[in-house]
């Protein structure tokens, strides 16, 4: 499955933004999906994760309450609604795919998208 991140842009703090990820090539439904992200200096770290469904989902503390993850497995699309940003939210965001049911964890993911830089200005 091939994936197109798109929806980054900058944003002062306390804003809002929705990041995207069409999926083409696959069967969207049959993957757990997820975002990840780096920060400048830092590893890829996970951020967001949905079960195949829909109906499950999974958030890194740092995020929790403030971003939303969601899926339309009709649109082949992958959701990232974030709102109430800080600077330290600034980071290039990745979806990716896998087929694993330990979805938390980057290496279990076999497909990447190519990001979509978010930057939050103070």
């Known amino acids: 499955v091939q994936l197109q991140a798109s929806g980054g842009g900058l944003v002062q703090a306390g804003g809002s933004l929705r990041l995207s990820c069409a999926a083409s090539?696959?069967?969207?439904?049959?993957?757990?999906m997820g975002w990840f992200r780096r920060a400048p200096g830092k590893e890829r770290e996970f951020v967001a994760a949905v079960r195949r469904s829909g109906t499950g989902t999974f958030y890194a503390d740092s995020v929790k309450g403030r971003f939303t993850i969601s899926r339309d497995n009709a649109k082949n699309t992958l959701y990232l609604q974030m709102s109430s940003l800080k600077p330290e939210d600034t980071a290039v965001y990745y979806c990716a795919a896998t087929t694993n049911v330990n979805f938390a964890h980057i290496a279990n993911y076999q497909y990447w998208g190519q990001g979509t830089q978010v930057t939050v200005s103070s």
């Open positions: 090539g696959g069967t969207f439904r049959n993957y757990n």
